[in-house]
């Protein structure tokens, strides 16, 4: 059996890992665009100076041969012919008995400004290792450096040029930072970090027009305010998209991302798709669930992909460690409680009885128990403590045969 994997991300070396501890003799293929393995979370240590190329990857130097494992590397994938299954890549093809499509995603781009590829060498996505890359030669001799996007990607790209020594512009149409992560008040600590720093925010604005010098590079910008903000690099953090271009000519069903079952399977037989392409949860625990799961699948043993929740993101920028589970912000209905000292703030959001949402910045110790409560819809409200207080000592009774057994 032949099993081909397109992209060498979290989800695709997940599944490989998975196919080979199942199936030794399989033959197993990975196409990549890139010709290294790394995290996409690491990409902006990479640019900071932190971290190397090779410190940024997941996997052992010997990973491919130690697993046999024929890694294609450098090539674009141009479409998969399923009739045939084939893969088409940059002047080859690759058959396969099973295919995982795991390309990703790629950064969203503002439809006014040109490309790179239209010759604005001074605009820039952040989402691969090529374009942290780029941001960092370009850096080197860039003086007014403007990110749009203040969410993750963005922030990051933020907090890299600064230990560069740069000042970067942060514009975002929101009023707050990292709005889908977290509420006013931990987004506010760390704004007031990175202002610190030097970083300027330009909050509640968005850019209007793009101005472009001779050389096609994008020299000023206009916001909405009328404002000019001068700029000789800019990137753009606002978002991604599931990286389907190559299936466009293919009957593999697509809608922002391709469609999958429990079974994460296509419509066409022997072919499945996992992490970011997917549409699915594309925080990288996840991605890596969903490689297992579709492994599984290539491998004949039935597995059902059912672990939807996902951690929002665990942040840490300044030497300060956030993380959001669930909800940021209640709803119609909902209640809160927060609990906040000087180095640590809590607060947990709760619909119906049962926790929805939790934020922890300081210190995220016993997250593993608020996440449980979440993931499995826990009606704490039968116990009459208060909510910070809980711990899992509070769901367990003691069995005549002196077992513990869960009852709630």
């Known amino acids: ?172 149409m929101f009023n707050s930072i990292l709005p889908l992560n977290l509420d006013a008040y931990t987004a506010k600590v760390y704004k007031k970090k990175f202002e610190q720093a030097g970083c300027i925010f330009r909050l509640g604005k968005k850019v209007s027009s793009v101005d472009m010098g001779a050389n096609g590079d994008v020299v000023s910008l206009t916001l909405d305010s009328g404002e000019k903000q001068p700029c000789d690099m800019v990137i753009v953090a606002i978002g991604a998209r599931p990286a389907v271009n190559f299936l466009t000519n293919s009957d593999i069903e697509c809608n922002n991302g391709v469609i999958v079952n429990k079974y994460l399977a296509t419509n066409k037989e022997g072919i499945y798709a996992a992490g970011d392409v997917a549409g699915l949860s594309g925080i990288w625990p996840n991605a890596v669930k969903q490689g297992e799961v579709a492994a599984k699948n290539m491998c004949g043993i039935p597995t059902v992909y059912d672990d939807a929740f996902a951690i929002k993101n665990t942040i840490n920028y300044f030497g300060i460690t956030t993380l959001s589970l669930g909800l940021t912000d209640p709803g119609e209905g909902d209640t809160f409680d927060i609990r906040s000292s000087k180095c640590k703030y809590e607060k947990i959001i709760l619909r119906n009885g049962v926790v929805v949402g939790v934020i922890l910045q300081g210190d995220i110790a016993h997250s593993g128990f608020w996440q449980y409560l979440i993931k499995n819809k826990v009606d704490v409200s039968k116990i009459k403590r208060p909510v910070f207080s809980l711990s899992f000592a509070d769901f367990y009774g003691l069995r005549e045969n002196g077992e513990y057994e869960w009852v709630i």
């Open 1 to 172: 059996m032949k099993h081909v994997i397109i992209g060498a991300g979290a989800a695709g070396i997940s599944a490989a890992k998975t196919i080979r501890e199942l199936k030794p003799s399989d033959e197993i293929v990975i196409i990549s665009g890139d010709n290294a393995v790394y995290s996409r979370c690491m990409l902006h240590h990479y640019i900071s100076g932190e971290r190397s190329k090779d410190s940024i990857s997941f996997i052992d130097d010997d990973f491919f041969t130690k697993n046999n494992i024929r890694w294609v590397m450098e090539k674009t994938v141009t479409g998969v012919s399923t009739n045939e299954k084939t893969v088409h890549f940059t002047n080859d093809a690759e058959t396969f008995d099973n295919l995982l499509i795991a390309t990703g995603a790629d950064s969203v781009e503002l439809p006014l400004f040109r490309t790179r590829e239209n010759n604005s060498s001074n605009v820039f996505g952040l989402r691969h290792l090529s374009d942290a890359k780029a941001i960092k030669d370009c850096a080197q001799k860039a003086e007014n450096i403007v990110i749009i996007g203040a969410g993750l990607v963005g922030l990051d790209a933020a907090y890299s040029l600064i230990e560069l020594g740069k000042k970067p512009v942060v514009i975002d």
